[in-house]
């Protein structure tokens, strides 16, 4: 049986996440540095366990030391815990080029709350196009769409389409009454006209909502299986990993 | 007055330059150094130095060997480069700067000529 220090370390090991080679240098520079400290508390008068203990104590948490070993910025980076940031980067909460997580930041943004270039999630704040439950940006395709060209359930935007849309252009319903918009067919300024086929493209979006909604919840179910896995291989060690 | 976690995390490089630039040294005894010259600056744990000091090598400020220390074990020693020096000459004179325009800014600091004579005395690798 391990005893408690090399628990530690196993613990501190499993969060890092490092190869084998590396891994196992880091351990022994951290084992030496705890060894020495229990010898010196020992020095100091405390009973070897309570010695070992105290180092332990002083030396800090396992998850927020293995958590800092680890690249500054990976390719891939899984989390079950804070916040993973990388190339791709999953976790609760994920900051990356492709950041899926509760709260996701990024360029391609999928999640909770996602904001980034390109966002799709119950929040989604895109710059360039967002696409969810409730969303905010450029271009914008969703339950309440506020953008610059919207569409959805409630649109706000400079072209707008929704039940309300409102707007400076909005191009349909305008003459039904169900929509205030600025403009109306007869003085919309051409530079609003031309940009019609992007608003179609972002209506479209919500036409096959049908086809994107099964694809959300595969991304949504591989996301959560991803946080399992890591959650798994994190507590696989030893049920002793699980607390704190 | 207690620094916030953010502020030490933050300066945790230059704090461990400065320490490497007395000689190489390994963790424990880097951890031994900043606790005597200010106590309580590694609130956050003993270990998160190792992160740091990876961080570091990483960006070829300091580099590592492994020898046989005085307890027989194998002990990583840390010693810092040239680049490192000259990184921590630079943060040096940022620390000078920036203690000068907060003093100024917000008052109740150091007198500017006092901090003329630190930054000067500061800024010599």
Redesign the interface.
């Known amino acids: 049986m391990k005893n408690i220090l090399d628990r530690y370390l196993d613990r501190v090991l499993i969060y890092a996440n490092k190869p084998e080679a590396e891994a196992e240098a880091v351990r022994a520079e951290l084992k030496d540095h705890l060894l020495q400290k229990v010898d010196d508390l020992v020095k100091g008068g405390l009973a070897r366990e309570d010695a070992t203990l105290e180092a332990l104590r002083q030396h800090g948490s396992p998850k927020v030391i293995g958590y800092k070993l680890r690249g500054p910025f990976p390719w891939i980076d899984i989390r079950s815990h804070g916040t993973a940031r990388g190339v791709i980067a999953i976790g609760p909460k994920a900051v990356g080029v492709f950041a899926m997580g509760g709260f996701a930041m990024g360029i391609f943004t999928f999640g909770g709350f996602s904001c980034g270039l390109v966002s799709t999630g119950g929040f989604a704040l895109g710059l360039l196009f967002a696409w969810g439950g409730f969303g905010m940006g450029g271009i914008v395709s969703a339950g309440m769409a506020l953008g610059l060209i919207a569409a959805g359930g409630m649109a706000l935007g400079v072209l707008a389409v929704g039940n309300p849309g409102m707007g400076l252009w909005v191009p349909y319903g305008w003459h039904r009454g169900d929509a205030i918009s600025h403009y109306t067919s007869a003085n919309v300024p051409p530079f609003l006209k031309s940009l019609e086929p992007v608003l179609n493209a972002a209506v479209s979006i919500n036409r096959y909502f049908v086809f994107i909604m099964p694809l959300f919840m595969l991304t949504l179910v591989a996301l959560q299986f991803l946080l399992y896995r890591e959650g798994k291989r994190v507590r696989a060690e030893d049920d002793w990993l699980i607390g704190g | 007055m207690k620094l916030s976690k953010k502020t030490l995390d933050g300066n945790m490089d230059t704090l461990l330059l400065a320490v490497l630039s007395d000689g190489p040294s390994?963790?424990?005894q880097m951890?031994q150094d900043l606790n005597a010259k200010a106590p309580g600056v590694l609130k956050?744990?003993?270990?998160?130095i190792?992160?740091v000091l990876?961080?570091l090598e990483?960006r070829e400020l300091i580099q590592s060997s492994w020898r046989t220390?005085e307890?027989g074990?194998?002990?990583?020693y840390y010693r810092i480069t040239l680049k490192g020096k000259k990184a921590l000459a630079d943060n040096r004179l940022q620390w000078a700067a920036l203690t000068k325009v907060m003093g100024t800014v917000l008052g109740g600091m150091p007198a500017p000529e006092t901090l003329r004579t630190t930054t000067c005395h500061g800024a010599t690798p």
């Open positions: 390994y963790g424990y951890v956050t744990g003993e270990g998160t190792y992160p990876h961080r990483e220390g307890t074990r194998q002990r990583r």
